[in-house]
T-cell receptor, first 114, second 115 residues
Framework: QKEVEQNSGPLSVPEGAIASLNCTYSDRGSQSFFWYRQYSGKSPELIMSIYSNGDKEDGRFTAQLNKASQYVSLLIRDSQPSDSATYLCAVNSPRGSTLGRLYFGRGTQLTVWP | DAGVIQSPRHEVTEMGQEVTLRCKPISGHDYLFWYRQTMMRGLELLIYFNNNVPIDDSGMPEDRFSAKMPNASFSTLKIQPSEPRDSAVYFC?????????????FGPGTRLTVL
């Protein structure tokens, strides 16, 4: 079982729609959850961090965390063509021996068409 | 504040040659990570350091790969001898344990091509 799984995609939405990206994780002890955006040919860029159950909003982006169900999601409202990228979910390792490490999902490729 | 710095940005070499990739983490960060990314395997953690000490090198594919962190502001990843299957983008990332826990920031990457 992989530590972090994402809906494989690709996901294609029209401009102005809501894009929903989902991620599940296996270790209940994880405490820190992240979403990275990676444009083609570029490095991953941290766009959201969430540590508590519930929603966290930042502009058009909302991260949702449900620790009981072990899932994290990212909603992008009013999607723009510039949001077209691969989105990576990352979860911290709670174990003392590997503290500081993040486990990354394979990513979901999002395309927003005009 | 400067981000993570990597060099070179592109490297083309021939099979059998030694390749050295370099990384300067963000000042004040105590964790440094080396990743490799390919289409087939996605983002793979190779090795990471905490306070200049290697913590987990289980992702290093084989003995041809080695990494060092002689001080808090510099790390190298060396491949000797290089093989075509090592062609990938290699990222360095850093983070710190205080403040926002475990947020990692990536460098621009080194695109390695082994002919």
């Amino acid at each position: 079982q992989k530590e972090v799984e994402q809906n494989s995609g690709p996901l294609s939405v029209p401009e102005g729609a809501i894009a929903s990206l989902n991620c599940t994780y296996s270790d209940r002890g994880s405490q820190s959850f992240f979403w990275y955006r990676q444009y083609s040919g570029k490095s991953p860029e941290l766009i959201m961090s969430i540590y508590s159950n519930g929603d966290k909003e930042d502009g058009r982006f909302t991260a949702q965390l449900n620790k009981a169900s072990q899932y994290v999601s990212l909603l992008i409202r009013d999607s723009q063509p510039s949001d077209s990228a691969t989105y990576l979910c990352a979860v911290n390792s709670p174990r003392g021996s590997t503290l500081g490490r993040l486990y990354f999902g394979r990513g979901t490729q999002l395309t927003v068409w005009p | 504040d400067a981000g993570v710095i990597q060099s070179p940005r592109h490297e083309v070499t021939e099979m059998g040659q030694e390749v050295t990739l370099r990384c300067k983490p963000i000042s004040g960060h105590d964790y440094l990570f080396w990743y490799r990314q390919t289409m087939m395997r996605g983002l793979e953690l190779l090795i990471y350091f905490n306070n200049n000490v290697p913590i987990d090198d289980s992702g290093m594919p084989e003995d041809r790969f080695s990494a060092k962190m002689p001080n808090a502001s510099f790390s190298t990843l060396k491949i000797q001898p290089s093989e075509p299957r090592d062609s990938a983008v290699y990222f360095c990332a850093s983070s710190r344990t205080s403040g926002s826990l475990y947020e990692q920031f990536f460098g621009p990457g080194t695109r390695l091509t082994v002919l």
